[in-house]
């Protein structure tokens, strides 16, 4: 056990040097910092226009915002940890996984006594407390700059806020192991790369169209796609609705933050997302020792 808090250690240190993901990660925090602002100016927008509308005698309608939760205001981080977060995790992991392999680090730690599982499970405990402590810091700037903008929130919002983000944390973890099981086993280094977003493209964009026949810019919503209901997209639906995680992820995401358009099953869509980090752990950990002593082709 020490051995892997050992290599968890060396891993943190290692991630906060590397400038890329950094970057990365600066931007995720940034839009989720500006989502919820964002989200109040256009609900504010609406509100003044209806006020308008019915000073003019326009419409009797009720304001569509009155009766919103505030958690509503933070709608479009969802689609910020599908397309930012999510290809930040990747680059973190991939990156993590080249450093060591470059450096040759991973042959010096495998001389010592110390088994495969264990540089594995360290590799991905120091990811795993890296995403941990930017996940954490970012639902505390969502939490104050909902209560700045809305009041402060109450237990029930906030405890549905924390859900919210502990499953943040459950998506970016998969797609860092994922990028970090890459990193490890991929003969050439731009590989290391290109496969796990190609594997992120795929599920985000592709299983989504496939699925459900929308148009690719609809997909950058944080509502999901609705499913087709007749025809050949409705049989692939059935097929491939559970394995686009993304949309799994906005619609749980979209029950929590109480998005009135979002419908659908959210212990479905967590019991996939969290099947899917089994499934990327599983494969990591299945990676022979041998291959983690391998060099880059390129």
Same mark, same amino acid.
């Given at each position: 056990?020490?051995?892997?808090?050992?290599?968890?250690?060396?891993?943190?240190?290692?991630?906060?040097?590397?400038?890329?993901?950094?970057?990365?990660?600066?931007?995720?925090?940034v839009m989720v910092m500006l989502s919820s602002f964002i989200g109040w100016l256009a609900s504010t927008t609406v509100t003044s226009v209806?006020?308008?509308? +019915?000073?003019?005698?326009?419409?009797? &309608?009720?304001?569509?915002?009155?009766? !919103? @939760?505030?958690?509503?205001?933070? *709608?479009?981080?969802?689609?910020? +940890?599908?397309?930012?977060?999510?290809? &930040?995790?990747?680059?973190?992991?991939? !990156? @993590?996984?080249?450093?060591?392999? *470059?450096?040759r680090v991973t042959d010096l730690i495998l001389t010592r006594p110390v088994s495969g599982r264990e540089f594995l499970a360290g590799k991905a405990l120091g990811l795993g407390a890296v995403l941990a402590g930017i996940t954490t810091l970012v639902s505390m700037i969502a939490w104050v700059t909902l209560a700045v903008i809305a009041g402060p929130l109450g237990w029930g919002a906030t405890l549905r806020l924390l859900a919210f983000f502990a499953l943040v944390l459950v998506v970016l973890q998969t797609f860092a192991l994922l990028g970090l099981l890459s990193g490890l086993r991929s003969r050439e280094q731009t590989g290391a790369l290109l496969l796990p977003i190609s594997i992120w493209a795929l599920i985000t964009f592709v299983l989504p169209q496939l699925s459900t026949g929308a148009n690719p810019v609809s997909l950058l919503n944080p509502v999901p796609a609705p499913p087709a209901t007749d025809g050949a997209f409705a049989v692939l639906h059935a097929v491939l609705g559970p394995l686009s995680l993304t949309e799994q992820f906005k619609t749980v995401s979209g029950l929590l933050l109480a998005n009135p358009d979002v419908i659908g099953s959210a212990s479905l869509a967590v019991a996939v997302l969290g099947f899917a980090l089994l499934l990327v752990t599983g494969a990591l950990f299945a990676t022979p020792r041998t291959a983690l002593r391998t060099v880059f082709h390129d």
């Open positions: 056990m020490s051995a892997v808090r050992s290599i968890a250690r060396h891993e943190v240190t290692g991630l906060r040097r590397e400038r890329l993901p950094k970057v990365l990660l600066i931007l995720f925090v209806w006020r308008e509308s +019915v000073r003019v005698g326009l419409t009797t &309608a009720p304001n569509p915002f009155a009766d !919103m @939760s505030p958690l509503y205001f933070s *709608r479009n981080t969802v689609i910020y +940890v599908v397309l930012i977060g999510a290809l &930040a995790a990747i680059v973190l992991g991939a !990156m @993590s996984g080249m450093r060591d392999r *470059r450096a």
